[in-house]
């Protein structure tokens, strides 16, 4: 059994959604606990937390923040799991669509980041997930991400995109961390529903869509 719910708090549109996964326990009311969560979920849209239940598992879709780009106040987010016996494993898909997939990604702890990348690129991305992810667990942002392309993911070819990324320097007028380009660009395939980070460069790549 999935349940969700969303904490009763009437003066903000940011809450959480929590979601557990139960099984039969000795007793009705001890059931046998698989899994809990809990994410942030914007109350100012109508998808507040849509279960969808799978033979072998669940999914639940929700509206909550985008952190790559202030000027995208929200995004679709997707928690998907299978369920084997007791365990309980997340799979794809992680997002609806290629940047949404790139801001969840870097959102993860790399433990479970490395799940979804190009393996030969292991150094290179481990990198940029550290450089991305820190700035915000430590609270020691020295610069600003926002998207280049509008959408976000440029299509270069049937299930491959380009997430391009400008960062600015904070506080304004300041200078960007050493090494780091004033634009990237990570290229996102689709394969089998499930995307994958193949590679990150300072170079756009020309390719037609």
Known sequence: MVTANVNP???????????????EGVS?????ILLQQAETVYLGSENHGTITVQPDGFRIEFDAGQQLDAGILIRRHIV???VAGDRVARIAPIAAEPGGFLDEWVSMPWEEAERWIEPSEFAILSEWHERLRAARLKNDIHFFTRFLFDPPAFKMKKG???VGIRFSPYPEGGALPAGMPEEVYFTVGLTDGAYLLRSVSPLKRETGR
């Open 9 to 23: 708090w009437c003066t903000s549109n940011w809450q959480n959604i929590r979601y557990q996964v139960f099984r």
């Open 80 to 82: 998907a799991y299978r």
């Open 28 to 32: 009705p009311y001890q059931p046998k």
């Open 160 to 162: 491959l995109w380009q």
